[in-house]
């Protein structure tokens, strides 16, 4: 039997890879634009101890350098700034109103991804990595 752990460990490395190398740069400030290594992935819900189903939804996820995504959203996060990282992320086609919507209405659902789910994500993120980065598939 598959280790989950090792499998949800690279799959969170692969979903993180993806939305750093679509996004190019920091979506709040601009900034640290190609480089990815300087980029740390943010999600709008966070559903890590309740649900997997957006922990690893593209659209549930943007690029930001360490000071606007700790710093800024992590540690003085305001209405005005989530509001503009929102606006940002929508201006930037990475997500719509709708679908933060149903990903805010929806994360509140316990769901646990099976093995072969998480294994078909890793094979989904693989393929997006090696072919077109900016083909969106929900």
């Given at each position: 039997m598959k280790d989950r752990r090792k499998l949800l460990k690279e799959l969170d490395?692969?979903?993180?890879?993806?939305?750093?190398k679509r996004d190019n740069k920091c979506i709040l400030c601009g900034g640290h634009i190609g480089e990815t290594s300087k980029l740390?992935?943010?999600?709008?819900?966070?559903?890590?101890?309740?649900?997997?189903?957006y922990r690893f939804d593209e659209r549930n996820c943007v690029s930001l350098c360490?000071?606007?995504?700790?710093?800024k959203i992590h540690h003085n996060p305001t209405i005005a700034l989530l509001?503009?990282?929102?606006?940002?992320?929508?201006?930037?086609?990475?997500?719509?109103?709708?679908?933060?919507?149903?990903?805010k209405l929806?994360?509140?659902?316990?769901?646990?991804?099976?093995?072969?789910?998480?294994?078909d994500k890793i094979n989904y993120f693989k393929g997006k990595l090696?072919?077109?980065?900016f083909e969106k598939n929900v």
């Open positions: 490395e692969l979903c993180s890879l993806y939305v750093r740390q992935s943010h999600h709008w819900i966070v559903s890590r101890a309740r649900s997997t189903k360490y000071a606007c995504h700790i710093l509001d503009e990282l929102r606006e940002r992320a929508i201006l930037n086609k990475i997500v719509t109103p709708e679908e933060i919507e149903e990903i929806s994360s509140n659902i316990p769901y646990k991804m099976t093995i072969t789910e998480i294994e090696n072919g077109n980065l």
